[in-house]
């Protein structure tokens, strides 16, 4: 089972507050991933890592920033919270070491911005 | 680029149906392929894994084929639970994808008891 985990599960807040969602692996993982899953069910690559102080923009543009300055920490920020921020998010992680690569995701943040 | 197709859905199956999930892609090079798992109220989990052609992948009683010359890789399973209700997601990683994951759209799965 993969140790991944995400704070907080659930967040409802107002717009225009600053926002962290914490993720933090234990897997010593190089690689870390954040996701914005639609309430369609598609999941869209906003942020990625390669390592300490590595951090790459994805797919989906997003207002929200990345920070890696720990292997085992890649926690997200929205400076100001908008309801089209209103969204479920998504941490995963992986190994440079897996030949397959496979991606550990953890449980999500639910996001309701108001 | 990379992309996956996944079978629409969603899909309604009586308790002991058996269950078939198309999944097809394009892809640079040969790609690793998965299929993961959601249900409600949580994150993905890898439910099963190939890595070259011809490979099966199985997990829980649900199996998956890599083949190569139609580019699929379906998800079967003999035998449903209620308890298999949940959304599935194919995915692969390429070369060609600087090794990033690449989903298809997810197909709700609701077994009846």
């Known amino acids: 089972e993969a140790d991944i985990y995400q704070t907080p599960r659930y967040l409802v807040i107002g717009t225009g507050k600053k926002i962290t969602l914490e993720c933090s692996q234990t897997?010593?993982?190089?690689?870390m991933y954040w996701y914005q899953q639609d309430p369609g069910m598609e999941l869209h690559l906003i942020h990625y890592s390669y390592g300490v102080n590595s951090t790459e923009k994805g797919d989906l543009s997003s207002e929200s920033t990345v920070s890696r300055i720990r292997t085992e920490h890649f926690p997200l920020t929205l400076e100001s919270a908008r309801p089209s921020h209103t969204s479920q998010y998504l941490c995963a992680s992986s190994s440079f070491e897996e030949t397959q690569e496979t991606q550990y995701f953890g449980p999500g943040t639910r996001l309701l911005v108001l | 680029g990379d992309s996956v197709t996944q079978m629409e859905g969603p899909v309604t199956l009586s308790e002991e149906a058996f269950l078939t999930i198309n999944c097809t892609y394009t892809?640079?090079?040969?790609?690793?392929l998965f299929w993961y798992v959601q249900y409600p109220g949580e994150g993905l989990q890898l439910l099963l894994k190939?890595?070259?052609?011809?490979d099966k992948g199985s997990n829980k009683g649900f199996e998956a084929t890599y083949r190569k010359e139609t580019t699929s890789f379906h998800l079967e399973k003999g035998s449903v639970q209620v308890s298999d209700s949940a959304v599935y997601f194919c995915a692969l990683i390429s070369s060609g994808s600087a090794r990033q994951l690449t989903f298809g759209s997810g197909t709700q799965l609701t077994v009846l008891p």
């Open positions: 892809a640079t090079g040969y790609p690793s």
């Open positions: 190939a890595t070259k052609a011809d």
């Open positions: 897997m010593g993982h190089d690689k």
